[in-house]
């Protein structure tokens, strides 16, 4: 059974860069056809798809993140990882990787606040 699992800062302050990572277990980044997704939520709003790592290492990011969104990988580790520049309060949300066949990491959240 795939496992994800983020790992990063709780807080961050604005105009820094948030920076979380993905670890994943019990499957490859790199499996042909797989797509690993970064998704948010902020407090009592909806979920929003912010990008995603293809297996062959293409990226896709959201059109309104895209200008401060960046996604990688280290195939070494079996990571996948979101950098978010230039944070602002409104970057404030719950933030969920997530894998092919809805797999889902438990989720962890992130605060911008000086």
């Known amino acids: 059974q795939v496992q994800l699992q983020e790992s990063g800062p709780g807080l961050v302050k604005p105009s820094q860069t948030l920076s979380l990572t993905c670890t994943v277990s019990?499957?490859?980044?790199?499996?042909?056809?797989?797509?690993w997704s970064w998704i948010r939520q902020p407090p009592g709003e909806g979920l929003e798809w912010m990008g995603a790592?293809?297996?062959?290492?293409?990226?896709y990011y959201s059109p309104s993140l895209k200008s401060h969104t960046s996604i990688s990988r280290d195939t070494s580790k079996n990571q996948f990882s979101l950098q978010l520049s230039s944070v602002t309060p409104e970057d404030t949300a719950v933030y969920y990787c997530a894998g092919p066949y809805d797999y889902w990491g438990q989720g962890t959240q992130v605060t911008v606040s000086s």
């Open positions: 790592i293809r297996y062959d290492g293409t990226t």
């Open positions: 019990g499957g490859s980044i790199t499996t042909s056809y797989s797509y």
